[in-house]
């Protein structure tokens, strides 16, 4: 408690009701958390078992309950639940698979599953293919959205009131009835299932409450009315819990987060109290001014200010470029000369942009100059084909229903089962009301197939799939069983074979002995006897992100790029945002469909990931197409402080000579820094 100011004393002490702590950023959030957390256990004999914290990152979890560890240690903290929202509503439908209409075995369809079988349900519909395309975008969100709010089909067709929306419906429909032929669900459902059944079922509701004696929630600006109803259902009438906010930092409405929801705790809970946290331990001075100064032009409900004991610190500088090459070189080049001239490292510096396509101009620069990089965005750990091939077959062994993970991989490797085989296969399937696997083995295909070869191909491989199935399942040490079906169908010969390189070949197998590894690593750590079974690993793994913990492993000296979302949460030294223009931050759908207000909070989170120094770039043309269109300086730049800023304009272009004295001073500098 001595290392927490009194504001953030004041949050952990306070049990006796509802509370909401405004968290500003880099104000000690998680501190506060974890010493509750701690605080309950030793000071109020709360027992862990009956505390639950959630947020929204498997990353945040892992930090939260880290920390916890190091304050509670031994059987004391046995039992304590932190998690993710949608890992909380994956252990309540296990616990609920009756009451949620699943067998034990169920799936989790990752979203490109999903995506496939929205396709193929609008396939039907004989729209164009570009038609498709954009309608498939249109559908898939707008099932999201109504799985968020708790909107099941039935509801979705009551209330359409255009075409489109009666379309969506009925979509919505088959593709709930799928999910549950399947005995699958997604990502939407993890958090709705377990949400209706807390409001439908009053003994599980009053169980699950028991479960809960506290209850501490992160990032609460970002839930969405689900999440938010499943917070209130398991508190309960007690109110005992602690939410933990930030409305300036609320950037995610595009995905259903309610920063209202904030507003609502006011109403469902008149005794709630409420603590502001606004001493930062991040950013100098000036910088939270501006961050102040920008927040102060939305409208606010709960207001706060922050401040900070760390000094006044640099002007920010607001850097105007002739066009966004001209940009792009000159980030790189003050970057390298500031870290030369400062000596400080790559990975003290961040580059910040609203789209991800303007990273191609600063990537270009800065491989000409030679800097290491590291681009954040890319290629999901579970997008990569050989980790959805192996997860697929893992899938299946779980949940012989699994007909999406079935059409992955009964072709992969190949086995000479061609589509018209597969099709005849669906047909005779649905006729029996069997799955895929299911129908493969069964004696009634042959006469509806009549192609022995491939009635063998099916059936040896339903067999197989089989006896694997009990040889993982039923082992206590299932990853070597595995690593012998990968073997069995020389999955690592397809990987050589398919790979465009011999290094890309080896990137594939690594990630694969990764993936095997972490499930091993997984089944070694697990505390309870229910998550020593490879049936919960699988399920979890899919909730689990790998390029976290890869990320977490890569302490490379690079300088980081990413969007301003992905920068949400992260701190560094030196901070460059750059793209500030009218249409591009604030962007033009936001100003089309006047939500700037979520573009303003957006600015605000970049500002406050600078912990010292903070430069704003922009273009007073930028490249469209083949011609160059003129820009707009975006009106954030007018809500900074003019005091606290240093506005500096390139209205030319430097010649071929100034760059290669550039050039040549950066070198110098580099020889000096080498000799001294």
Not at 103 to 128: G, T
Not at 596 to 623: D, F, H, N, P, S
Request: glycine share 4%; with cysteine.
């Amino acid at each position: 408690m001595n290392n927490l100011n009194p504001r953030q004393q004041e949050a952990v002490k306070y049990i006796d009701g509802p509370l909401l702590v405004l968290a500003g950023a880099g104000s000690g959030k998680t501190s506060v958390i974890t010493r509750k957390i701690a605080y309950l256990i030793n000071e109020c004999g709360i027992k862990a078992h009956k505390i639950f914290a959630v947020t929204f990152t498997n990353k945040a979890a892992k930090e939260m309950k880290e920390r916890v560890s190091r304050l509670v240690q031994g059987k004391e903290a046995k039992g304590l639940t932190v998690s993710t929202f949608h890992t909380l509503g994956l252990t309540m439908i296990r616990y609920e698979l009756d009451a949620c209409g699943l067998k034990n075995n169920f799936s989790i369809l990752d979203a490109d599953d999903c995506q496939r079988l929205l396709s193929e349900l609008l396939h039907k519909d004989n729209s164009p293919e570009a038609d498709q395309k954009q309608a498939l975008k249109w559908i898939s969100k707008k099932i999201s959205d109504w799985k968020n709010d708790l909107i099941p089909p039935v509801q979705a067709v009551s209330v359409a009131q255009t075409k489109e929306d009666l379309m969506a419906a009925h979509i919505y429909d088959a593709y709930q009835r799928h999910l549950r032929a399947y005995n699958a669900v997604d990502f939407d459902d993890l958090i709705a299932l377990p949400t209706r059944l807390l409001q439908e079922n009053q003994a599980i509701r009053e169980k699950w409450q028991d479960k809960v004696h506290y209850l501490l929630v992160d990032e609460y600006q970002d839930t969405n009315t689900a999440q938010y109803l499943m917070v209130k259902l398991l508190v309960g009438v007690r109110g005992r819990f602690t939410a933990v906010g930030d409305d300036d930092q609320s950037i995610y409405a595009w995905r259903g987060a309610r920063p209202e929801n904030m507003v609502e705790l006011t109403k469902d809970y008149p005794q709630l109290k409420v603590i502001k946290l606004e001493q930062n331990y991040r950013s100098m001075a000036r910088i939270l001014n501006a961050a102040n100064a920008v927040i102060a032009n939305n409208p606010h409900v709960f207001d706060k200010k922050l401040w900070s004991q760390h000094g006044l610190g640099d002007l920010i500088r607001v850097i105007t470029c002739p066009t966004d090459r001209d940009e792009a070189e000159y980030v790189a080049n003050d970057l390298v000369n500031t870290k030369l001239m400062n000596r400080r490292t790559f990975k003290d510096y961040a580059i910040l942009y609203r789209g991800n396509f303007q990273a191609k101009a600063i990537e270009t620069q800065l491989r000409e100059l030679q800097v290491p990089y590291k681009l954040s965005g890319g290629t999901s750990f579970y997008s990569r084909a050989e980790i959805k091939d192996v997860m697929s077959y893992l899938r299946l062994i779980i949940n012989p229903d699994d007909d999406s993970a079935f059409l992955r991989i009964i072709n992969t490797p190949k086995r000479a089962i061609g589509p018209v085989t597969l099709e005849k296969l669906g047909v005779y399937a649905q006729s029996r009301g069997v799955s895929l696997l299911t129908a493969c083995t069964e004696l009634g295909l042959a006469a509806h197939l009549g192609q022995k070869k491939a009635v063998v191909s099916l059936h040896e491989f339903g067999t197989w799939l089989e006896e694997h199935q009990r040889e993982i399942l039923d082992n206590t040490d299932p990853v070597p069983k595995i690593r012998q079906l990968l073997s069995d169908i020389a999955y690592e010969d397809y990987i050589r074979e398919t790979a465009p390189t011999p290094q890309g070949a080896e990137v594939r197998l690594e990630n694969i002995n990764f993936l095997l590894n972490s499930i091993q690593n997984m089944l070694n750590k697990a505390e309870d006897e229910e998550d020593k079974n490879i049936e919960a690993i699988i399920r979890k793994l899919v909730l689990i992100d790998l390029l976290e913990q890869q990320a977490e492993a890569d302490d490379s000296d690079r300088v980081q790029l990413m969007t301003l979302h992905a920068a949400k949460g992260l701190e560094f030294p030196h901070v460059y945002m750059i793209g500030l223009e009218e249409d591009l931050l604030p962007h033009r759908n936001s100003i089309d469909a006047d939500t700037v207000e979520e573009e303003r909070r957006l600015m605000y989170v970049g500002i406050t990931r600078a912990k010292q120094t903070l430069t704003l770039t922009l273009a007073e043309r930028r490249k469209s197409g083949a011609d160059f269109r003129s820009t707009t300086p975006s009106r954030f730049l007018e809500e900074l402080p003019q005091d606290q800023v240093e506005w500096q304009g390139r209205r030319s272009q430097k010649s071929p000579a100034e760059k290669k004295r550039i050039g040549g001073a950066h070198l110098a500098n580099l020889k000096a820094l080498l000799n001294s």
